[in-house]
């Protein structure tokens, strides 16, 4: 069977109701508000790379002060389901919890490649990730999902607004460079994700907890298209 017949197959099999229905249940279980040490020790990221039938997750804990690499973990897993817009989650939970769970260092807060609160049902993989494991989580996205900016930017940021509730920011990092947008996903508030973010982007657009993760799980990838 090829990979693209798999995923029709996983699709057809799948009850999207259900998976809007996990969403909104999950969502009254997302915390708000900032359960963050004052001072946090580690930071971590994680994030998913594929192949044609593998999904390759790397998680990663730095020093939070410093930014240096403390502990990184791959894994792998069988691709499950494909993408669809709004149920990343359901493609990444498995694999980015695998990583996670060969770490021998918990980190105070984990950045994932995703939305949070910023979400259509306000859950996404951040959220999904969060509440799944009982961690904090903060969502980093390359693009928006939901939401208008509310007002001119300053100091490069801008609140998004959904339906009347602010779901998150746009927020420049880099001089010059592109937005990114942020979300709370679980166990902390807005205001501390924006810091938490702003003080792990300090060389690059993407937060470093996010790219280094992201360089591990393409050196894996690479690893295993060469064995």
């Given amino acids: 069977m090829t990979s693209l017949n ?6 057809s099999q799948f009850s999207f109701k259900k998976a809007h229905v996990t969403q909104l249940v999950g969502s009254k279980r997302v915390i708000k508000r900032d359960a963050l040490p004052k001072r946090i020790k580690y930071v971590g990221g994680v994030d998913v790379a594929y192949t044609e039938k593998l999904s390759i997750s790397a998680a990663i804990v730095l020093d939070y002060d410093s930014l240096s690499t403390i502990e990184s973990k ?9 993408y669809i817009p709004t149920l990343l989650a359901f ?3 498995p694999p980015a919890i ?24 306000r859950f996404g993989l951040a959220s999904h990730l969060g509440v799944a494991l009982s961690i904090p989580t903060i969502g980093v ?32 990092t880099r001089k010059g460079a592109k937005p990114v947008y ?3 996903g679980h166990m902390t508030s807005l205001a501390r994700t924006i810091e938490v973010v702003r003080h792990c982007s300090s060389r690059y657009r993407i937060p ?20």
């Fill in 6 to 11: 798999a995923c029709r197959k996983m699709t």
């Fill in 74 to 82: 791959t894994a792998h897993t069988k691709i499950r389901f494909p």
């Fill in 208 to 227: 470093e907890p996010l790219r280094l993760a992201h360089i591990k799980a393409l050196e894996e990838k690479s690893r295993i298209l060469k064995s």
């Fill in 182 to 184: 942020v979300s709370l």
């Fill in 141 to 172: 996205a390359k693009n928006p999902l939901i939401g208008q900016v509310s007002r001119a930017k300053e100091e490069g940021l801008a609140p998004i607004v959904d339906n009347g509730e602010v779901v998150g920011v746009e927020l420049v």
């Fill in 91 to 93: 493609r990444e939970i």
């Fill in 98 to 121: 695998s990583a996670i769970r060969r770490l021998r260092l918990q980190p105070d807060v984990f950045l994932v490649d995703g939305h949070g609160i910023m979400h259509p049902n």
